[in-house]
Nanobody, 127 residues
Framework: QERLIESGGGWVQPGDSLTLSCTPS????????MAWFRRTPGKEEREFVG????????????EVSAAVKGRFTISRDAAKNTMNLQMNRLKPEDTALYYC????????????????WGQGTQVTVSS
């Protein structure tokens, strides 16, 4: 059974850093684009954070949203079969449940374009 397993969340203070990882289980998804989304408290929709576009072979291109650009970096490691989200200079508004997902088709910034999802890892930024 295919699963996505997120890890690395936790509680940190503003300005701190965290690295989230997403590891597929049961399947590699090496030739799929994968993304991070987040759901903030009180909101139903999942906000696009970043995507690793699969280009060819084990080559990917990362892209993050304007809200986190300059602070977050997204990457794929094909050898380790993981996708990472390096988060620096965290702010209280980054507090959310972070999910990784596998792209299916359509607009890549829309959560409806993804068909495999992990259970999420909680990130809390507070002093």
């Amino acid at each position: 059974q295919e699963r996505l397993i997120e890890s690395g969340g936790g509680w940190v203070q503003p300005g701190d850093s965290l690295t989230l990882s997403c590891t597929p289980s049961g399947r590699t998804f090496l030739t799929s684009s994968m993304a991070w989304f987040r759901r903030t408290p009180g909101k139903e929709e999942r906000e696009f954070v970043g995507v690793t576009h699969w280009l060819t072979g084990e080559l990917y291109q990362g892209e993050v949203s304007a809200a986190v650009k300059g602070r977050f970096t997204i990457s794929r490691d094909a050898a380790k079969n993981t996708m990472n989200l390096q988060m620096n200079r965290l702010k209280p508004e980054d507090t959310a449940l972070y999910y990784c997902a596998v792209y299916l088709r359509g607009e890549y910034r829309s959560s409806s374009s993804y068909d495999y999802w992990g259970q999420g890892t909680q990130v809390t930024v507070s002093s």
